[in-house]
């Protein structure tokens, strides 16, 4: 069944003022997570309009539900779309340990000389690159930063492990120095006045 653009609009409104609500989160809040104005976020609990595809989907991440569930009147299930997306997570996160031992077990049929334990040294920044994107796309930021973090210490041990070069131990100054750019970088994020910069940048962007 069609449905009116204006029963699109009525359907979105109701569902996101009831979703934001249940989550006990303000529009202002709501706003600064999607990096626009209060005054849109109102605009579409008024049905006065419609967030762009973009948009929808982003504000389906936030509540955990499906682009979907947004725009129907029908009941839908919150939980189901946060467990498929833990499933998924932890399955692409087993991967490259999975294909880590299955590449051991090869070697050491072929008799290749080279340690067992270096391949499970190159799986962890495998993982941490996997955990990079997924949580980028569907994890707070802290997971993100942590992902990150994981990569950041992940390489130099590889390289340290594998290689015997003068003064290897320089690399890790390099991570730590790396490392403290990333917290930098979190925390300035994190700060409400980087935020409302953002806000006020879509809202010049909207007039």
């Given at each position: ?179 403290v750019m990333a917290i930098l970088g979190f925390c300035i994020k994190k700060h409400p006045k980087y935020i409302e910069s953002n806000i006020d940048l879509e809202n010049k962007k909207e007039d």
């Amino acid at each position: 069944m069609i449905i009116s653009e204006k029963q699109l609009r009525i359907n979105f409104a109701n569902r996101l003022n009831e979703l934001r609500r249940a989550s006990g989160m303000t529009q202002l809040e709501l706003a600064q997570k999607l990096n626009y104005s209060d005054k849109s976020v109102s605009k579409w609990e008024r049905a006065e309009g419609i967030p762009d595809l973009y948009l929808v989907m982003q504000i389906a991440d936030i509540f955990e539900v499906t682009p979907n569930d947004l725009v129907s009147d029908k009941p839908f299930r919150r939980h189901l779309v946060s467990r498929n997306k833990l499933i998924i997570t932890i399955l692409a996160l087993v991967s490259p340990w999975l294909l880590t031992i299955i590449v051991n077990w090869i070697t050491e049929l072929l008799n290749v000389n080279f340690p067992a334990w270096h391949y499970y040294i190159f799986a962890i920044p495998v993982t941490a690159i996997i955990a990079i994107v997924f949580t980028a796309i569907w994890w707070k930021k802290i997971w993100l930063f942590i992902s990150v973090s994981a990569l950041i210490w992940s390489i130099p041990t590889c390289i340290f492990t594998t290689f015997t070069i003068p003064q290897n131990a320089f690399i890790y100054i390099v991570a730590a120095v790396v490392q403290v750019m990333a917290i930098l970088g979190f925390c300035i994020k994190k700060h409400p006045k980087y935020i409302e910069s953002n806000i006020d940048l879509e809202n010049k962007k909207e007039d």
